[in-house]
């Protein structure tokens, strides 16, 4: 088994920056790739980005690619998420997903195990 959890989250005025963090243990070494989602109230949770963990290789919703910067620290079992110039459209619960397979998903459904989520909230 694998447990995920997410920190970092928070209020942040219109403009700023936040991190979230990702906190892997448990059978880690069965991770082959790690996600960000986030899901608004009423809307489905939506495909951030993506690291596979050995060769850091990334991928980006489109939407996101400017403004989002995934990275890991794979001696620390750590997958982060950057966030800049962040607008209130991107208030959401930011979830963590592991994927033991080597194929790419940017849906949620393939995704083996979910952290609990951590709340970001942007205020204009």
């Known amino acids: 088994q694998v447990q995920l959890v997410e920190s970092g989250g928070g209020l942040v005025q219109a403009g700023g920056s936040l991190r979230l963090s990702c906190a892997a243990s448990?059978?880690?070494?069965?991770?082959?790739?790690v996600a960000w989602f986030r899901q608004a109230p009423g809307k489905e949770r939506a495909f951030i980005c993506s690291?596979?963990?050995?060769?850091?290789?990334?991928a980006y919703a489109e939407f996101m690619r400017d403004r989002f910067t995934v990275s890991r620290d794979n001696a620390k079992n750590l997958v982060y998420l950057q966030m800049d110039s962040l607008s209130p459209e991107d208030t959401a619960v930011y979830y963590c997903?592991?994927?033991?397979?080597?194929?790419?998903?940017?849906?949620?459904?393939?995704?083996?195990?979910w952290g609990q989520g951590t709340q970001v909230t942007v205020s204009s």
């Open positions: 448990g059978r880690t070494g069965n991770i082959y790739t």
């Open positions: 690291i596979t963990l050995l060769s850091g290789s990334t």
């Open positions: 997903a592991a994927d033991i397979s080597p194929n790419r998903h940017v849906t949620p459904g393939p995704y083996n195990y």
